[in-house]
């Protein structure tokens, strides 16, 4: 079965194996994750072994092997962001866009959660991040005030 979509972007790159890591990036930006049969397609359009594909989307971390959603919450945890109580943020996001157990995507694909190291802004802490725009001093009514209006926004718009 063909895709067209792929298939644009292994010809922009020529159908050439040696370019694997360029192509899953494109691919990525595309889909916003690499799915198993997008890697197994792209494996056999390049004549790879499907471990071959495989193993580099795994081994790098900016690879997603599972779907993210519109908007990506990076929120910190490390020690200044940690120490002003982060997890009274994180735990208001989860129940704010309906996260359970090791979930990091909501079911409606609007948001993904991923608590990171560090922000590099430790004297804004807690510190977080909704796609590129940076939130210091965050609490968990601001954060949950945050998603509640880019809610209301994507609501709207459909």
Same mark, same amino acid.
């Given at each position: 079965?063909?895709?067209?979509?792929?298939?644009?972007?292994?010809?922009?790159?020529?159908?050439?194996? +040696?370019?694997? !890591? $360029?192509?899953? /990036?494109?691919?990525?930006?595309?889909?916003? =994750?690499?799915?198993? *049969?997008?890697?197994?397609?792209?494996?056999? +359009?390049?004549? !790879? $072994?499907?471990? /071959?594909?495989?193993?580099?989307?795994?081994? =790098?971390?900016?690879? *997603?092997?599972?779907?993210?959603?519109?908007?990506?919450?990076? !929120?910190?945890?490390?020690?200044?962001?940690?120490?002003?109580?982060?997890?009274?943020?994180?735990?208001?996001?989860?129940?704010?866009?309906?996260?359970?157990?090791?979930?990091?995507?909501?079911?409606?694909?609007?948001?993904?959660?991923?608590?990171?190291?560090?922000?590099?802004?430790?004297?804004?802490?807690?510190?977080?991040?909704?796609?590129?725009?940076?939130?210091?001093?965050?609490?968990?009514?601001?954060?949950?005030?945050?998603?509640?209006?880019?809610?209301?926004?994507?609501?709207?718009?459909?």
């Amino acid at each position: 079965m063909e895709d067209p979509t792929l298939d644009k972007i292994l010809n922009q790159y020529k159908c050439d194996s +040696k370019k694997l !890591l $360029p192509i899953l /990036q494109a691919v990525q930006e595309k889909e916003k =994750y690499l799915s198993e *049969a997008t890697m197994k397609y792209v494996a056999h +359009k390049l004549d !790879l $072994p499907e471990t /071959q594909v495989f193993g580099v989307a795994s081994f =790098y971390s900016h690879f *997603a092997l599972t779907a993210k959603g519109k908007y990506i919450i990076r !929120l910190c945890d490390g020690t200044a962001c940690h120490v002003r109580k982060s997890d009274n943020v994180r735990n208001t996001i989860r129940e704010t866009i309906g996260l359970t157990g090791n979930e990091q995507t909501s079911k409606d694909l609007l948001f993904t959660l991923e608590i990171v190291s560090c922000l590099g802004a430790c004297g804004l802490a807690p510190v977080m991040v909704i796609n590129e725009e940076v939130y210091g001093q965050i609490t968990p009514e601001k954060a949950q005030e945050l998603i509640t209006e880019i809610k209301r926004k994507e609501n709207a718009n459909n």
